[in-house]
T-cell receptor, first 108, second 110 residues
Framework: GQQVMQIPQYQHVQEGEDFTTYCNSS?????IQWYKQRPGGHPVFLIQ?????EVKKQKRLTFQFGEAKKNSSLHITATQTTDVGTYFC????????FGTGTRLQVFP | DGGITQSPKYLFRKEGQNVTLSCEQN?????MYWYRQDPGQGLRLIYY???????QKGDIAEGYSVSREKKESFPLTVTSAQKNPTAFYLC?????????FGSGTRLTVV
């Protein structure tokens, strides 16, 4: 079945440093969604991208969808301890296909 | 407030017993889903339902059963045939775009 891979699997950063997670698929994606899951919590929808080359920003978060619609990235500028959690990229068809996730740890 | 309610939050069961996890939504969403998450892993789809009285198997349906008699409710039964049932179970619903997740049920089989 279709797989959506994310790198890195884990990332530890000092508060104030930037963070980026990358999402890759072997097939073209009709869309990409991003979710954040805090430790012990449930995934929370962040954003959806559908257009080739699309870039969207939410405060310190920047989301990109690749030109070929096979990859995506999430960049966080100047991380804060509240950014801790696992970030998933997800392909939404008639069901959600979750990426493998990137766990972010931020040290104060 | 609209949302998805999963109960209970924590559940302990003896090996060999069936157990049913509750999922209720008041968002008027047509589609509902059950996912399983193991420690440090992503979510894997168990079952989903896009309309009342209809549901489809996901990637890991073996050992699980569901029903969708009402739009608001999508209970999941973990049967004794599920070989490794200890996990975090998440219910979700959607209309379009983003999905809304419940707070999850942590099932431990002893």
């Amino acid at each position: 079945g279709q797989q959506v891979m994310q790198i890195p699997q884990y990332q530890h950063v000092q508060e104030g440093e930037d963070f980026t997670t990358y999402c890759n698929s072997s097939t073209t994606l009709s869309n990409i969604q991003w979710y954040k899951q805090r430790p012990g919590g449930h995934p929370v929808f962040l954003i959806q991208l559908v257009k080739s080359g699309e870039v969207k920003k939410q405060k310190r978060l920047t989301f990109q969808f690749g030109e070929a619609k096979k990859n995506s990235s999430l960049h966080i500028t100047a991380t804060q301890t509240t950014d801790v959690g696992t970030y998933f990229c997800v392909h939404n068809t008639d069901k959600l296909i979750f990426g493998t996730g990137t766990r972010l740890q931020v040290f104060p | 407030d609209g949302g998805i309610t999963q109960s209970p939050k924590y559940l302990f069961r003896k090996e060999g017993q069936n157990v049913t996890l509750s999922c209720e939504q008041n968002l008027n969403h047509d589609a509902m889903y059950w996912y399983r998450q193991d420690p440090g892993q992503g979510l894997r789809l168990i079952y989903y339902s896009q309309i009342v009285n209809d549901f489809q198997k996901g990637d890991i349906a073996e050992g699980y059963s569901v029903s969708r008699e009402k739009k608001e409710s999508f209970p999941l039964t973990v049967t004794s045939a599920q070989k490794n049932p200890t996990a975090f179970y998440l219910c979700a619903s959607s209309m379009e775009r983003g999905y809304t997740f419940g707070s999850g049920t942590r099932l431990t089989v002893v």
